[in-house]
Protein backbone atom coordinates (compact mmCIF):
# COMPACT_ATOMS: atom_id res chain seq x y z
CA UNK A 1 0.00 0.00 0.00
CA UNK A 2 1.25 3.24 -0.56
CA UNK A 3 -0.40 6.81 -0.79
CA UNK A 4 -4.25 4.90 0.00
CA UNK A 5 -3.68 2.80 -3.34
CA UNK A 6 -3.14 -0.82 -3.09
CA UNK A 7 -1.64 -4.07 -5.71
CA UNK A 8 -3.17 -7.33 -5.15
CA UNK A 9 -0.10 -9.23 -5.76
CA UNK A 10 -2.15 -12.66 -6.90
CA UNK A 11 -2.03 -12.08 -10.53
CA UNK A 12 1.69 -12.13 -11.15
CA UNK A 13 3.19 -10.93 -13.90
CA UNK A 14 0.66 -8.67 -14.55
CA UNK A 15 0.64 -7.03 -10.75
CA UNK A 16 4.61 -6.15 -11.74
CA UNK A 17 2.68 -2.92 -14.07
CA UNK A 18 0.42 -2.11 -11.29
CA UNK A 19 3.32 -2.08 -8.41
CA UNK A 20 5.01 -0.04 -10.92
CA UNK A 21 2.28 2.42 -11.71
CA UNK A 22 2.01 2.97 -7.31
CA UNK A 23 4.72 5.49 -8.30
CA UNK A 24 6.95 4.20 -5.11
CA UNK A 25 9.61 6.78 -4.84
CA UNK A 26 13.02 6.00 -3.36
CA UNK A 27 13.31 6.56 -0.03
CA UNK A 28 9.63 6.66 0.64
CA UNK A 29 7.31 4.30 2.78
CA UNK A 30 4.98 1.63 2.17
CA UNK A 31 2.94 -1.33 3.58
CA UNK A 32 2.94 -4.68 2.29
CA UNK A 33 0.60 -7.20 3.85
CA UNK A 34 0.14 -11.12 2.99
CA UNK A 35 -2.92 -12.92 4.17
CA UNK A 36 -3.12 -16.72 3.98
CA UNK A 37 -1.63 -19.78 5.54
CA UNK A 38 2.05 -18.97 4.63
CA UNK A 39 1.25 -15.03 5.20
CA UNK A 40 4.71 -15.26 7.16
CA UNK A 41 7.21 -16.76 5.47
CA UNK A 42 6.20 -14.80 2.51
CA UNK A 43 6.38 -11.38 4.68
CA UNK A 44 9.83 -12.65 5.31
CA UNK A 45 10.82 -13.77 1.82
CA UNK A 46 9.74 -10.36 1.34
CA UNK A 47 11.37 -8.56 3.84
CA UNK A 48 14.61 -10.49 3.19
CA UNK A 49 14.73 -9.57 -0.42
CA UNK A 50 14.24 -5.64 -0.09
CA UNK A 51 16.99 -5.56 2.95
CA UNK A 52 19.28 -6.76 0.24
CA UNK A 53 18.39 -3.71 -1.61
CA UNK A 54 21.02 -0.98 -1.25
CA UNK A 55 17.93 1.41 -1.31
CA UNK A 56 16.43 0.01 1.72
CA UNK A 57 17.49 1.04 5.03
CA UNK A 58 15.02 -0.05 7.51
CA UNK A 59 11.38 -2.24 7.39
CA UNK A 60 8.77 -2.81 10.25
CA UNK A 61 6.82 -5.34 10.63
CA UNK A 62 3.79 -4.52 12.52
CA UNK A 63 0.54 -6.82 12.90
Known amino acids: MYRGK ?9 CI ?5 LGI ?3 SSFIVKADGTDEA ?3 TAIAE ?3 SLSTVH ?5 K
Open 6 to 14: SVDLKNAPE
Open 17 to 21: MQVMN
Open 25 to 27: CTH
Open 41 to 43: QAI
Open 49 to 51: HLM
Open 58 to 62: AILNE
